[in-house]
């Protein structure tokens, strides 16, 4: 019978995704509102983050450097951030029904700067592109 070699092509991958910008230690991440998430879901998720959740909502006041009421998309990504940043680096708490996701992609904008966190363990990251994994067990 074949004996595997131990090593697949999805190791491969996975080894390869942090050498590119994976989730490698040491990396800056935001949590933002997702980009497909509904207006009406995200301000609910902000009225939360400003109220019970303890968010400093104070920017994305009138004012504000982060005050932008044309967009739900920016002041919830602020809120949600800075809700991140309090708490423990997890998915559940860049969650938010499903409306967040951790980034590695600054989502500062304009005189509006999301400060990061500093994570030094692999989480899952949200990325703007996805590799196809396939295992392929190598045998002698």
Known sequence: MPRSKGFTLCHFFLLLWGFVGGDAPGREVWCVAKNNAEDAALQAAVEWACGAGGTDCGAIQGGGPCFDPSSVQNTASYAFNDYFRKHAVTEEN?????????????PSYGNCKLPSRYIGLPIPVQKYYAFNVLSINLVS
């Open 94 to 106: 860049c969650n938010f029904d499903n409306n967040a996701a951790i980034t590695s992609l600054n």
